[in-house]
């Protein structure tokens, strides 16, 4: 039989790790689970084979040559985040109204003219008729459903309360979807501007000047230029006989700068910039927060043992400082202090998440009041993006005015001394 890496969550919410041979996941699964453990993780030990009994089963499972071709040259299906808030939506309300899993699955399944959607909850339903779990089916489409979609569905699982779960994940998604929505919108519109600003200025730079510096040469006789014409016309000859060192240039700064974001150190460096840059860093950083309170507090709030929420909001906060506080937090927690001391160490949280969470700690009501903090920080970010609105405007036109009016300056101003020759 196989040999199976596996982490699991025991009853006390510590994590345990061992290896272990099965048949297959599932067993595995099940075994973990007589055991009293929450398996988190589970796959295939590293250099273990397959029996030729599992061999057998997998080739008797095989599709056509033709079809699997076709699907691997298209890529696994997956669902995408607006369409999965939908669906678990759908969900929720056909459960709520009293009809099996299985016809709900095959219901939505029937419906949709999504092709990823027909497929991913074909093989969901698939997979619960043939005798497992919702939450196992669930896990085979990883890209589909991430690691706090699968926990809270294993959370409402075990409590007997699917439904209601399901409902509170599709709240959670929207929302989270809504701030991410006003935080882009509030980041495209100086793009744009910028973008534009860029544009035409490398247009004046390599087209328009040369033809007023071919001009001034022949009119001037040699008379010096203005200083700031001076400057203006070395910056349009280095733009014209260097596109490729540019060109290339730009390549490799972006190149270098997505191959930094891969790694820890350059991840932690853009994010540690975003969170205190000017303008922004206010957007950000209360968007990672409100992420944060939202998150953990549907995860406790739904039935997850607090060290699993903790690790599950780390992986999913999508901002590496945030992260590495976090783990700090569950470090601290493991050892059996509470949330609020670590916290207020990692210099991360302001004070009254701080309190809130303290307060919410000391009266057993913590998941709610991450919710009162999440929906706080919800209003300050509204609160950000209509102040960085109001102010973005005034600062891009007075922006774009440097730019422009820099360079028109600097090409009319050798014109008056041309103009006062020809009149003397």
């Known amino acids: 039989m196989p040999v199976y890496q596996y982490s699991a969550m025991d009853s006390s919410g510590m994590e345990q790790k061992g290896t272990k041979e099965a048949a297959n996941e599932a067993e595995l699964t099940a075994f973990l689970k007589e055991q009293g453990m929450f398996p988190t993780s589970i796959k295939l030990a590293r250099g273990a084979k397959t029996t030729k009994k599992a061999a ?20 696994p ?18 459960l709520n109204a009293g009809l099996p899993l299985i016809r709900s699955l095959r219901t939505l399944e029937r419906q949709s003219t999504d092709p990823a959607i027909k497929k991913v909850l074909g093989d969901v339903a698939t997979g619960v008729e043939g005798g497992a779990t ?10 589909s459903f991430d690691k ?9 699982e075990a409590s ?11 709240m959670f998604m929207e929302k989270a979807a809504r701030i991410a929505g006003k935080v882009k919108s509030a980041m495209v519109y100086p793009i744009i501007v910028l973008s534009i600003a860029g544009l035409i200025g490398v247009g004046l730079m390599v087209f328009i000047v040369p033809k007023f510096e071919k001009i001034f040469k022949e009119l ?6 203005p200083a700031i014409t001076e400057v203006v016309m070395q910056i349009s000859n280095f733009m014209q006989n260097n596109v490729m060192i540019m060109i ?28 205190n840059m000017p303008l922004f860093g206010p957007i950000v950083s209360r968007s990672a927060i409100s992420k944060f309170a939202r998150t953990l507090g549907t995860l406790m709030g739904s039935g ?33 202090e509470t949330m609020a001391a670590p916290l207020s160490a990692t210099k991360i949280f302001p004070a009254m998440v701080i309190s809130m969470i303290e307060v919410g700690e000391e009266t057993g009501r913590l998941p709610d009041m991450l919710e009162t903090v999440a929906n706080t920080y919800d209003e300050e970010v509204d609160n950000a993006v209509g102040a960085l609105t109001s102010m973005i405007e005034p600062i891009m036109i007075v922006g774009l005015a440097v730019i422009v009016g820099g360079i028109v300056i600097a090409l009319f101003a050798p014109l008056v001394s041309i103009i006062e020759g020809l009149g003397g």
């Open 56 to 75: 057998g089963t997998a080739a008797a499972g095989k599709k056509p040559a033709s079809k699997m071709n076709f699907n691997i040259a298209l890529g």
């Open 77 to 94: 299906m997956v669902i995408k985040t607006k369409q999965l808030t939908v669906v678990t939506r759908q969900l929720a309300i056909l």
């Open 134 to 143: 919702f939450s196992e089916s669930l896990s085979q489409h990883p890209k």
């Open 148 to 156: 706090l979609f699968l926990n809270m569905v294993r959370a409402g």
């Open 160 to 170: 007997g309360k699917l439904e209601l779960i399901l409902d509170r994940l599709a």
């Open 220 to 225: 001037l006789n040699g008379k010096p230029l």
């Open 248 to 275: 290339g240039g730009i390549v490799a700064l972006v190149v270098g700068f997505k191959l930094a974001l891969k790694t820890k150190l350059g991840k932690y460096g853009w994010d540690y910039f975003c969170y």
């Open 304 to 336: 997850v043992p607090v060290l699993q929420s903790l690790n599950i909001v780390k992986e999913t906060s999508g901002n590496q400082l945030v992260s590495d506080a976090i783990q700090k937090v569950h470090d601290a927690v493991k050892e059996g």
